[in-house]
């Protein structure tokens, strides 16, 4: 009988154990900054300058860089050298009410939402294909 007892106490527990395990599961927070990768197809070790609002980011592509989630475009320019560039300018996702509320301003936009990895594709400058060429002939 003291062993029946015993198992049903030691279940009782194991099951409160697994409820309050469950009831303290809360989502995470959302924090005011967003991880983004910055990818550049076939080209590496790419120096890129990310603009957001107030806000200036630096990374060398292909790369993560930390950012601060607000509801403003994020312009993104990369060169490698004199002669490759590239640009791209992501739109963030929002609650409209909260994008209303925090536009200008440098308070903390939660649900405002910058793509995961952003592509820059790189191309070479109009000028650094106008480079003289002597044909020497016989």
């Given amino acids: 009988m003291n062993q029946l007892k015993f198992t049903v106490l030691a279940a009782a527990m194991l099951l ?10 809360a989502p ?10 910055i990818n550049t197809p076939g080209v590496t070790g790419v120096n890129c300058v990310m603009q957001s609002g ?7 592509a292909p790369g993560a860089v930390m950012v601060r989630r607000a509801p ?6 990369c060169f490698k050298g004199e002669h490759m560039s590239g640009r791209n300018t992501v739109r963030p996702s929002f609650a409209p009410s909260e994008g209303a509320e925090v536009k200008g301003t440098q ?16 191309s070479l400058n109009g000028s ?6 002597t044909v020497w002939s016989r």
Avoid: H
């Fill in 128 to 133: 650094a294909m106008n480079v003289p060429v």
């Fill in 72 to 77: 403003d475009m994020m312009n993104v320019s």
């Fill in 107 to 122: 308070t903390a936009c939660v649900s405002c939402n910058y793509p995961n990895t952003v592509t820059v594709a790189m």
């Fill in 16 to 25: 409160s154990a697994c409820a309050e395990k469950e009831v303290s599961m």
């Fill in 28 to 37: 995470p927070a959302r924090t005011p900054y967003q991880s983004i990768v």
């Fill in 54 to 60: 107030n806000d200036t980011y630096a990374v060398k």
